[in-house]
Nanobody, 115 residues
């Protein structure tokens, strides 16, 4: 059974930084892609950033230049370094891992940006 567990959320002031971590386990296959999504209150879940097993990355425009996604493929971990945080970045952040069989979600970690 695949498990995906996020950590690292919290309360931070505008302009501050946080680093989210995600660990995926239990798959027979490699995780091709690992992604970070977020969902703010009253809004739909949206993609933030993605990274392939080969290390190729992509970002949504609203985080380009501020967030960095990275992964430790040997240990099926993915990270999201978030800098220059804004109040509009407040959301529950979810990790998504995709293998040959399907996609798996974590339970989410709350990020709150507020003074």
């Amino acid at each position: 059974q695949v498990q995906v567990v996020e950590s690292g959320g919290g309360l931070v002031q505008p302009g501050g930084s946080l680093r989210l971590s995600c660990a995926a386990s239990g798959s027979t296959f490699n995780f091709w892609y690992m992604r970070w999504y977020r969902q703010a209150p009253g809004k739909q879940r949206e993609l933030v950033a993605a990274i392939s097993s080969g290390g190729s990355t992509s970002y949504e425009d609203f985080v380009k230049g501020r967030f960095t996604i990275s992964r430790d493929s040997a240990n099926n971990k993915v990270y999201l370094q978030m800098n220059s945080l804004k109040p509009e970045d407040t959301a529950v952040y979810y990790c998504n891992a995709e293998d040959y069989v399907g996609q798996y979600w974590g339970q989410g970690t709350q990020v709150t940006v507020s003074s």
